[in-house]
Each structure stands twice: as structure tokens, then as C-alpha cells.
């Protein structure tokens, strides 16, 4: 079975604070993701990643930076959190090559911005 | 741009019932996935079923089925037979193969099976 674990389920963060939130898979995808689930709006995208050092924005990138310097491992980094930033934060990944492969999600980590 | 709407914030039927989630997008496109996730209290978004848009069989997985309607850009999703185990969020999404492999998501639905 497919794995992706995220570094923490819960954080709490302070104004201001340099954020790192990581996420590594276990099935040599190439294609990784992280989004933002807020209620009532869905999924969105901050970014994706489609191979080592290689990144594209998302639909929400500012605030947000990533780094992917191991084909497992895709971090999501808050410059400066900020009390907008408290969200929930899926990462995912899947295959490259066919389009419609299904994209395994990690178990999440609320984060709270104070 | 793409766009997909779930019209149901939430919705809750007894065990055993069978429930329909509908899900409309809106696209310029010719061929493209649809998909169903759900995702379990504290628990991980999973995959519930994926359709080909040119692939005129509605997909079905166990007690999970769709009904796809292409020129409605309609795409319910059935639960047979609904145990307490579907009770969650589910998400429809739509996927553009030129795309990058990014999903456009919808609000979702939080569905509730009651015992």
C-alpha cells in the first residue's frame, strides 16, 4: 500500500514564526502535492511538484514556499506564519505519465496560528 | 477556467438506505477525469472511484456507482446499502489531463449515516 506521513497531525504556531511542514511517500511517486482544506471551500492547491527541485504554484502560493530536494520528501514552509495560515494541510502524491492517477493523501496536520 | 460545485453541504440518511451526492463542473473540455474522494473523521482522504469522460459506462466500485451525464456535466455519486463506516466528507473532483495532474475540487459534502 501506498504511504504518505506528514511530520505532525497538530501544531501550534505563533505570529510570525518560521513554519516547516514535511511529507514523505514510500512509493517512488513523482508528482507531489500539497493543499489546503478550509470548510466550504474544498481542496486548494498551493504546490505541486512534479520531480526533485522542480515546483509549480498552486492557486494559493503566497505566504507559502516549498522544497523538494529528495524524490520522497516535499515540504511546505511558512515564511512568517500568520493567523490566516491556521488550516488543515493535505499532502499528496501520485505517478506521473497516464493523467486521472489517483493521488494518495497523508492524514493531515491542523495547524494553529496564535 | 474549471470549475466544480457539490450543491449539498450535508446530508444524512438511515443505515441501509441508499444516498446520491451530486456534482456539477464546468469545462470547455473534451476529455477528462472525474473523481470521488472521501475522507473519514481524523481519518485519510481516500479514493472512492474515478470516471473517464470518454468512457460512456458509468463506473462502479461494490456499493459505490456514478451516474455520469456528460452534455449535463453532471456526476452523482450512489451508495447502496449505506453503513455507518461511509459516514464522512466526500469531494468531487475534476481533472484536466493537460493539467499537470492538478485536481479542481469542490466544496464537499458531509454525508452522516444514522443507526
Known amino acids: 500500500d501506498v504511504k504518505v506521513t506528514q511530520s505532525s497531525r497538530y501544531l501550534v504556531k505563533r505570529t510570525g514564526e518560521k513554519v516547516f511542514l514535511e511529507c514523505v511517500q514510500d512509493?517512488?511517486?513523482?508528482?507531489m502535492f500539497w493543499y489546503r482544506q478550509d470548510p466550504g471551500l474544498g481542496l486548494r492547491l498551493i504546490y505541486f511538484s512534479y520531480d526533485v527541485k522542480m515546483k509549480e504554484k498552486g492557486d494559493i502560493p503566497e505566504g507559502y514556499s516549498v522544497s523538494r530536494e529528495k524524490k520522497e520528501r516535499f515540504s511546505l514552509i511558512l515564511e512568517s506564519a500568520s493567523t490566516n495560515q491556521t488550516s488543515m494541510y493535505l499532502c499528496?502524491?501520485?505517478?506521473?505519465?497516464?493523467?486521472?492517477?489517483?493521488?494518495?493523501f497523508g492524514p493531515g496536520t491542523r495547524l494553529l496560528v496564535l | 477556467a474549471q470549475t466544480v460545485t457539490q450543491s449539498q453541504p450535508e446530508m444524512s440518511v438511515q443505515e441501509a438506505e441508499t444516498v446520491t451526492l451530486s456534482c456539477t463542473y464546468d469545462t470547455s473540455e473534451n476529455n477528462y477525469y472525474l473523481f470521488w474522494y472521501k475522507q473519514p473523521p481524523s481519518r485519510q482522504m481516500i479514493l472512492v472511484i474515478r470516471?473517464?469522460?470518454?468512457k460512456q459506462q458509468n463506473a462502479t466500485e461494490n456499493r459505490f456507482s456514478v451516474n455520469f451525464q456528460k452534455a449535463a456535466k453532471s456526476f452523482s455519486l450512489k451508495i447502496s446499502d449505506s453503513q455507518l463506516g461511509d459516514t464522512a466528507m466526500y469531494f468531487c473532483a475534476f481533472m484536466n489531463p493537460d493539467s499537470n495532474y492538478q485536481l479542481i475540487w469542490g466544496a464537499g459534502t458531509k454525508l452522516i449515516i444514522k443507526p
Open positions: 499528496a502524491s501520485s505517478l506521473a505519465g497516464a493523467a486521472g492517477e489517483t493521488q494518495y
Open positions: 512509493m517512488d511517486h513523482e508528482n
Open positions: 470516471q473517464e469522460a470518454y
